[in-house]
């Protein structure tokens, strides 16, 4: 597992303990010198990660930021549509993107990854 993460590394650095998960590689905006949705962060990431696009599977919670740079380099693509009772909220911005998979939580993803 990787992260992609439109943050400094001091930030993400101060979270990365809650995330009680150990990633083989964690590329930060700081690091890409480009915050997404540049292409330069996720081919930074492809660069790292050394394997062939079409055999990644990018979660992201933004169609702008994630899903459409993700599809646009060949990787599948999950987006995770967390309800909000406020529109708008955090870093969303309207777009339009077919994702390969559609979740509402993270959960739920690891539970449709489960079924056979």
Known sequence: MAIISN???DLFAATRPQLEVDFEQI?????ARAYK???KIFELALSRIDVPAHRIL???QS???????AQ????????VNRPS?????GAVKAAEAHPDLQVSSLAELATA???P
Do not use: E
């Not at 646009?72 to 987006?79: E, R």
């Not at 009772?85 to 909220?89: I, N």
């Open 7 to 9: 943050v400094d590394d």
């Open 27 to 31: 590329i930060t905006a700081q690091q």
């Open 37 to 39: 949705p540049s292409l």
């Open 58 to 60: 990018h979660v992201g």
């Open 63 to 69: 169609l702008y930021h994630d899903v459409i740079p």
């Open 72 to 79: 646009s380099l060949g990787l599948a693509t999950v987006w």
């Open 85 to 89: 009772a406020r529109t708008g909220v």
């Open 113 to 115: 990854c489960a079924q």
